[in-house]
Nanobody, 120 residues
Framework: QVHLVESGGGLVQPGGSLRLTCAAS?????????MGWYRQAPGKQREFVAQ???????NYADSVKGRFTISRDNAKNTVYLQMNSLKPEDTAVYYC?????????????WGQGTQVTVSS
């Protein structure tokens, strides 16, 4: 019933910026869910990038702190990931995730992913 669609990925030079968007649709009370971003690079496991729970500050993986910013618009059922100062090691498929508080990301909803490639 719940569908998440990511967009905004692409090819960018090192040091460049991208903004990812995740739009949710279906039977979901968006405001009560934790919103997050994960990524998976070729040959690696999926890893946490950022999340923004209700009522608490956002938190980030150490590898992206100071460079990425997660935000949400509950009225539009949308979550964003602003990525600045991109590095080649940021290359991955980025997945949007929504979950209920006190639940694991794997038990929540996932989008199809959007490819981010950082290369010269």
């Amino acid at each position: 019933q719940v569908h998440l669609v990511e967009s905004g990925g692409g090819l960018v030079q090192p040091g460049g910026s991208l903004r990812l968007t995740c739009a949710a649709s279906g039977s979901i009370i968006f405001a009560i869910y934790v919103m997050g971003w994960y990524r998976q690079a070729p040959g690696k496991q999926r890893e946490f990038v950022a999340q923004i729970p209700i009522g608490t500050i956002a938190n980030y993986a150490d590898s992206v702190k100071g460079r990425f910013t997660i935000s949400r618009d509950n009225a539009k059922n949308t979550v964003y990931l602003q990525m600045n100062s991109l590095k080649p090691e940021d290359t991955a498929v980025y997945y949007c995730n929504v979950r209920r508080l006190n639940s694991d990301a794997q038990s929540g909803y996932w989008g199809q992913g959007t490819q981010v490639t950082v290369s010269s």
